[in-house]
């Protein structure tokens, strides 16, 4: 292999290896999918090490080392992402595509949300089924859909605007709780604080925290850490957002 060749190759795997990190995979599925792609295309080996921000990849050909780094930027969780990386390393594998493919399709992977249209209304379903298992009422279950439709418009708002996702936990969790108060304030329910509790279930950061779990447990300490921090972090901003609500609805 020519040193040429080499290049781009190790450039391919660590961009690979970079979108599966900003997008929300766990740091053993990343290393596994970037050797595996590496030796598939051609490469000796392939060492990668991980951190909370970036991430080094050396590549090794005939004892010639090239070592590279780049910055990760998390872009939230996105598993068709993932998924069409995991596609396009097995079909490397298996010889249906060459390096000239691999470039053309890693240029070509978009993320792909679902339209708000449809996000808003299932995620106040789902908060609304959990009101109803933690015992609330039809009433209640009605204002929780309604409350938690509304938090996760603003969410999508701000999130749209690229504002900052502490920032915008806080904003959510504030205008969720203060519609959710409205059973307090009227006497629409007999059970005011199950819908409280419901309808900020939409801010509970669960793929970060499995994550964060998952690299601890598989040796990757440092990542791991990072995110559960990050995860922690994004709670105590939801509870602020909470707690300023309740305390300007008198609740407490």
Same mark, same amino acid.
């Given at each position: ?36 792609? /590496?030796?598939?295309? !051609? ?22 080392? #090239? ?9 939230? #969780? ?19 595509? /060459? ?42 279950? #009605? ?7 509304? !938090? ?6 701000? *999130?749209?605007?690229?504002? %900052? ?11 969720? %709780? ?32 499995? %994550? ?8 990757? #300490? %440092?990542? !791991?850490? *990072? ?26």
């Amino acid at each position: 292999m020519y040193a040429d060749n080499q290049n781009d190759i190790t450039r391919l795997v660590v961009r690979s290896a970079q979108l599966l990190l900003a997008y929300g995979a766990d740091s053993d599925l990343v290393e596994e999918l970037s050797q595996r792609l /590496g030796k598939a295309l !051609g490469l000796a080996s392939v060492e990668l090490s991980i951190s909370s921000n970036a991430l080094v990849l050396t590549s090794l050909v005939h004892g010639r080392c #090239i070592t590279t780094t780049r910055r990760i930027r998390a872009h939230g #969780i996105n598993m068709m992402v993932v998924c069409e990386l995991q596609r396009l390393c097995l079909l490397t594998e298996k010889g249906v595509y /060459g390096a000239n493919e691999v470039r053309r399709r890693l240029a070509r992977i978009k993320p792909k949300t679902y339209p708000a249209k449809i996000v808003i209304p299932i995620i106040g379903i789902s908060c609304a089924s959990f009101c109803h298992l933690f015992g609330g009422d039809l009433m209640a279950c #009605i204002l929780t859909f309604v409350a938690s439709s509304i !938090g996760m418009a603003v969410r999508l708002y701000f *999130s749209k605007r690229h504002y %900052n996702l502490l920032v915008n936990f806080a904003i959510t969790a504030f205008v969720t %709780n203060v519609v959710a108060q409205l059973g307090y304030i009227f006497p629409l329910t007999d059970t005011p604080q199950v819908t409280l509790a419901a309808s900020v279930l939409m801010l509970v950061p669960g793929f970060p925290l499995i %994550n964060a779990i998952s690299d601890m447990v598989k040796g990757h #300490i %440092n990542v !791991g850490i *990072s995110r559960w921090g990050n995860a922690s972090l994004l709670t105590l901003a939801s509870v602020i957002g909470i707690t300023i609500a309740m305390q300007l609805g008198g609740i407490f």
